[in-house]
Structures are given as C-alpha cells and as structure tokens.
C-alpha cells in the first residue's frame, strides 16, 4: 500500500504544475467560457469565471501577520506541497493564494498543482470521508517522499461551518455557498493561514 501512495505521488508530481502557471490556466480557461475536467457545464464554467476574479483579489490583498510570518520563514525542512483542485472548485480560490504566498515566503517550501480528474487514483488515496473532496493539500518531505501531513478541503472554520449547516439543512444551499464565500472575505485567508502553519509545526 505504502509503495503505492509513493508511486501516485510522484505520477502526480511528474504532471503537476506551478500556481503561477495554474493561474495562467484557469485565466484562460475563464476567458474561453471553459473548465477544467471532463464536465464543461455552465455552472462549472461560471465558478471557473468567479475563482478567476477571487484567486486574481486575494494573490494582491493577502497578507499575514507577525506571528505566521515567523512560523513560515523560520521552517527549515525542504517539503513539497501537492495539491489537488479543479478551477471551479469554490474552496480552492481563497487557499490556494494563501498556499502560494507562504511558498513564495520559504525556499524550503514547494507548491505543486494537479487536477483531480487527471488523478483520481491519487485522489481516492487521499479521499476526506469517503469523499473526493477538494482542494487536498499533501505535505511531503522531499528528503524521504514520505507523507507527513493533510490538509483540505476547507479550514477548521469554514468546516465548522458547513457541518453545523448541513446537520441542520441536509445539504448545501446555493445561499449557503454564497455566505461562505463572504465568510472568506471576511477572514482575509487568516484561517487557512493558521491551519497550515499548525501543519508546519506539527
């Protein structure tokens, strides 16, 4: 099983992209009336539209204080963040700048991008609940390509918030999905930033 995992992740890390060049992606994905996966659907194509503008916001506005700027630069192990998104996905627009900007802050730290349904053998090894929830960061350690973290597909926060609804509602309205996004502007990427420095620091 473990020489498995170790094979998917360096088939995904064989087919996986920067940010910076997912960015260029999914801006012309948006820009064509185009999504990324096998489904181009109007819904999917108009979350790939809005991701574009959010993921354009938050690579300007993002920024962190003090104490996760310590954190991420004064992490000195060499690791590779491999994360799995498609460019509809909602949830993926507010972390995956947050990802970059700490990469960006740390040379130890390797952002990776790969579309899920390219990999969905890696994928369903690293499924939340059963499901192929995403975005799904995995934390490698690129000295022994061992797996030494998880995290996605939301932040403790935004997870509390959509189990608290959906224990209540059954399923996620459009409403809801909306309010969440404003829940995101509002916390300025602060919660994800805090999840993953715990990551670090585990």
């Not at 994360?83 to 996905?89: G, N």
Request: proline residues 4%.
């Amino acid at each position: 099983m473990e020489q498995k995992t170790a094979t998917l992740i360096k088939e995904g890390l064989l087919n996986a992209i920067s940010y910076p060049e997912y960015r260029l992606l999914v801006e012309k994905l948006a820009q064509e009336g185009k999504t990324t996966g096998p489904e181009q659907k109007e819904t999917l194509i108009d979350y790939t539209i809005l991701n574009d503008r959010r993921m354009r916001r938050w690579d300007k506005t993002l920024k962190f204080d003090a104490t996760t700027m310590e954190t991420v630069t004064g992490y000195d192990k060499k690791i590779t963040w491999l994360v799995l998104t498609e460019s509809w996905c909602g949830d993926a627009s507010p972390s995956l700048p947050v990802m970059h900007k700490m990469a960006e802050l740390n040379p130890n730290i390797t952002l990776k991008i790969v579309l899920r349904d390219m990999q969905t053998a890696l994928m369903n090894r690293f499924l939340t609940k059963g499901a192929m929830s995403i975005p799904k960061l995995i934390m490698i350690d690129d000295a022994t390509h061992e797996v030494i973290g998880e995290w996605g597909p939301r932040s403790t926060a935004a997870t509390n918030l959509v189990e608290a609804y959906k224990a209540e509602h059954g399923i996620l309205s459009p409403e809801f999905k909306q309010e969440l996004q404003i829940w995101y502007n509002k916390d300025k990427g602060q919660n994800v930033a805090k999840d993953l420095t715990g990551l670090l620091l585990k």
